[in-house]
């Protein structure tokens, strides 16, 4: 075989979270006598950092990069000068065009090779980063759905003019692939889910679970970032709807987050104390995820669910809101219900789920048989890459 490939993977940080997730899944199944990977990382911070694979060779952005991550509002907040500062200077760049040139500096002092292929792991600033390379080939890659959420919406004239010199697109969904070539007026782009860590899932599911109470009533849950965009809140309006209706159940919610405060205020407020426990954090939630009826997902937007195919993976229907990949996940009736994504699709789903335990069981009893098609995408990937 000829050398290796050299391949950059570029991200702005790597905290607990679904781009840097499925980044280091992607990084770990890359043939490692075809690619030599390297993943710099602009802001050096995160969970995530402990779990790149080995043989991947980090990189670290400079200090001109230390604020590429964070709020301004945030830092504000925190009254946090030296990141202020740094945002301040970051977003002077950028509104002023002088950040072309200041990223072909910044680079010099950052990378010590040039790359067969260069990768943008997160749209937005890494897409500008990746595009004013000299990298032999440029792609950008999209996991959310544009339509619904333009993180690039400050500085679409910037990202347009990148994408101009980026050669392909690659979305982790047909939707979401669609949403970003219409925002962005660009053709250039092609589809591919995530790849999945099976392996992770299906050994996770093996340690013993305690948290899970099975007293005859359905227990359902969700993973998720207790953030706007995860909308629990709407889950927990239909969680009381369907009390109210006689549907009792168990609820868990698994994570944590900014809005944890006002979602533990809200369970008091609708009288949920007895239906739903916050279970925090949990680096291995696969096993609880296999011990309930069924996983919902109610957010507002996403690219392609991983969580969703986790579920699947571990044996558990899903109840997921319309969103980007959604139809693309759920493909057969014994994976789950979408529902419209609005409060009412929400609570009508949850009821039509919940009035039918022995339906769920049988589902659960179904997706035993249930493979994620890995080798297919990871084809996909490498024919990319090339």
Known sequence: MTDKKRILFVNDEMRMGGVARVLNTLMAALPK?????????LHKRGMLLEKIPEG???????????AVDLSLADLWKKKDMQGIHAKTKLLFYMKSGLIIKKIQEERKK???????????????????????????RKINWVLTDYSVCNYSSNHMGLVKRALQKIDLNVADSEQALIAYETVFRVRNGVAIHNLMDVDLVKNGMKEPVTEIIHDGLPNLITVARFHPQK?????????????SA????????VGGGELEEELRQQVKDLQLEDTVTFLGYRQNPYGMMADCDLFVLPSLYEGFATVISESLIAGTPVLTTDVSGAK?????????WITENTQEGLDKGLLDALSDSARLAEMKQQLKGYEYPNNQILDEFIKVFG
Do not use: M, W
């Open 33 to 41: 006598d075809r690619y030599d990977i390297d993943l710099l990382v």
């Open 56 to 66: 991947v060779r980090v990189l670290e952005g400079t200090p001109f990069f230390s």
């Open 110 to 136: 950052i990378l010590d090779r040039q790359y067969d292929v260069e990768v943008a792991a997160k749209e937005g600033f890494c897409t500008i980063f990746t595009a004013y390379g000299d990298s032999k």
């Open 231 to 243: 909308s629990i809140d709407r889950l927990l309006n239909a969680s009381r709807k369907a009390v």
């Open 246 to 253: 006689g549907y009792r159940h168990h609820l868990y919610l």
């Open 328 to 336: 693309e996940q759920i493909t057969h009736p014994e994976y789950g």
